[in-house]
């Protein structure tokens, strides 16, 4: 039988059905239940059934009153005796015996609120439960580079400095942007000075002293500047330490505008706080991306 033809279920004879396994069938036998005849049938698991029939055959009588109810009435009984006070007591079906059957959701045609766009996902409300879920695991990757896209927190850099060697000497840099176009760096250095940082690191790797760089007769700095937030020997398990570089990070993020360097003797690390990869700038996955409205 094709995958697209229709799934016809035969009802078996009955010294058949009481053989059959529970496990690949569910087995309903001698139904009683409103219009139904002593109908015994064995629906196979983990298959989509359809069931047809003229008006008044019986088929909600079979769907509803006795494979969901039985279904849904076990699941309640599997319920403590506190919940199952909030919720109605369900009579149990007239059959002989229903084997196999496992916990119920139901979808009837009638709906409180008529929306020609409305599903399964809406109907029983896990839509909104889905979207929250997406938007929580899901991951962006560039279509550039094929890379996820991810973005630093104070946590994960100071988990990384805290992950090196003891007695590592670390340093704490924020790359200094100028804050108005066309504005002279000595300005900048200037600012920097009237907001109690000292010091900064210069495009070849030194240290200098802010007083140093500005002045009258001073020419301009070149190149590339860093302001050097804090310097630390890194302990394992020292609190003080921990929170200390927790807040120059914080900091460092805030002057570099989302970005923080760490230097090392012989390694430089970059971290950003934006959620961006190959000079692109993406959007956090959220809720409202998988909405259709």
Known sequence: MSENSALQVAAPAH?????????????????RVHNLKNLSV????????????????????LAFDTLYAEGQ?????????????????????????????????????????????????????????LKLLFARVGRTFSPKSGEQVRKDSVADVVDYLFSLPADTRVT??????????????????DLL??????????????????????????PE???????LIDRAAVQPGDEDLQFRLSDSVQTAFFEGHGTCVVKLDNETRTFSDKFELDGEVFEEPSVNFFSFN
Not at 42 to 61: D, E, M, W
Not at 117 to 125: A, D, F, I, L, N
Not at 193 to 218: T, W
């Open 15 to 31: 010294d058949e059905i009481d053989h059959l396994d529970p496990r690949q069938f569910i087995v309903i036998k001698n139904a």
């Open 42 to 61: 064995a629906l196979p698991r983990n298959k989509f059934i359809v069931v047809t029939g003229l008006s008044g055959s019986g088929k909600s009588s």
């Open 73 to 129: 009435r076990m699941y309640v009984e599997s319920l403590s005796s506190y919940a199952r006070q909030f919720l109605g007591r369900m009579d149990k079906p007239d059959v002989d015996y229903i084997r196999g059957i496992s916990p119920a959701i139901a979808i009837e045609q009638k709906v409180s609120i008529k929306n020609n766009r409305s599903t399964v996902g809406t109907s029983t409300e896990i839509y909104d439960y």
């Open 172 to 189: 704490i840099l924020a790359p200094l942007l100028r804050t108005e176009p066309g504005r002279p760096m000595s300005k900048e250095l």
């Open 193 to 218: 000075l009237q907001k109690g940082y000292g010091r900064v690191v210069l495009a070849d790797g030194q240290n200098a002293f802010i007083e140093d760089l500005i002045g009258e007769g001073k």
């Open 221 to 227: 700095v070149e190149g590339d500047i860093s302001i």
